[in-house]
T-cell receptor, first 111, second 115 residues
Framework: GQNIDQPTEMTATEGAIVQINCTYQTSGFNGLFWYQQHAGEAPTFLSYNVLDGLEEKGRFSSFLSRSKGYSYLLLKELQMKDSASYLC????????????WGLGTSLAVNP | GAGVSQSPSNKVTEKGKDVELRCDPISGHTALYWYRQSLGQGLEFLIYFQGNSAPDKSGLPSDRFSAERTGGSVSTLTIQRTQQEDSAVYLC?????????????FGQGTRLTVV
């Protein structure tokens, strides 16, 4: 079967660093995406990884290890506005390249 | 348009009525997805279109749900004989297609309430 696992909830302090992990088992792989979703809003794209390694974009970085079926999203210098749900999604391969989504990690940033 | 547009943004309907939800994807995006999200829950996949065809409609909950896409653009999701458990936010997303790195862009959703 196809499965994506993320922690349900995380808590961190303003100014700190937090790492949100995602493990996946999918039939085929055409990239892994991270999205941010604030309460009551639609998800917005954060990052994309298709090759192993770290992709950095400002305060956010995303890492991928295809051999381990593992990714993480690293958020630095946390701000209160980073409180949101973070969704991991994998694009499949072959004829069906739909996105397979994790249930999301709800991050609470405290002052 | 500049982004994915969904209408209506809110819909309240009586149990047993039919509803039609519309999604207007970003121009040129060949892939289109419908999802359902209940309060505090993850995204529930409904159906995926590539052009006008639907390679995967495995997420449609019952035969009361159907979707179509015409002209490789606008899509409509129809729910017949609505039930209270159909109440949720229905999200549509589109992407450039099957190429790598083609992230999906989401519309703001239709909040459906069945009373």
């Amino acid at each position: 079967g196809q499965n994506i696992d993320q922690p349900t909830e995380m808590t961190a302090t303003e100014g700190a660093i937090v790492q949100i992990n995602c493990t996946y088992q999918t039939s085929g792989f055409n990239g892994l995406f991270w999205y941010q979703q604030h309460a009551g809003e639609a998800p917005t794209f954060l990052s994309y990884n298709v090759l192993d390694g770290l992709e950095e974009k400002g305060r956010f970085s995303s890492f991928l290890s295809r051999s381990k079926g593992y990714s993480y999203l690293l958020l630095k210098e946390l701000q209160m506005k980073d409180s949101a749900s973070y969704l991991c999604a994998v694009k499949g391969a072959g004829n069906n390249r739909k996105l397979i989504w994790g249930l999301g990690t709800s991050l609470a940033v405290n002052p | 348009g500049a982004g994915v547009s969904q209408s209506p943004s809110n819909k309240v309907t009586e149990k047993g009525k039919d509803v039609e939800l519309r999604c207007d994807p970003i121009s040129g995006h060949t892939a289109l997805y419908w999802y359902r999200q209940s309060l505090g829950q993850g995204l529930e996949f409904l159906i995926y279109f590539q052009g006008n065809s639907a390679p995967d409609k495995s997420g449609l909950p019952s035969d009361r749900f159907s979707a179509e896409r015409t002209g490789g653009s606008v899509s409509t999701l129809t729910i017949q004989r609505t039930q209270q458990e159909d109440s949720a936010v229905y999200l549509c997303a589109s992407s450039l297609g099957q190429g790598r790195g083609t992230e999906a862009f989401f519309g703001q959703g239709t909040r459906l309430t069945v009373v």
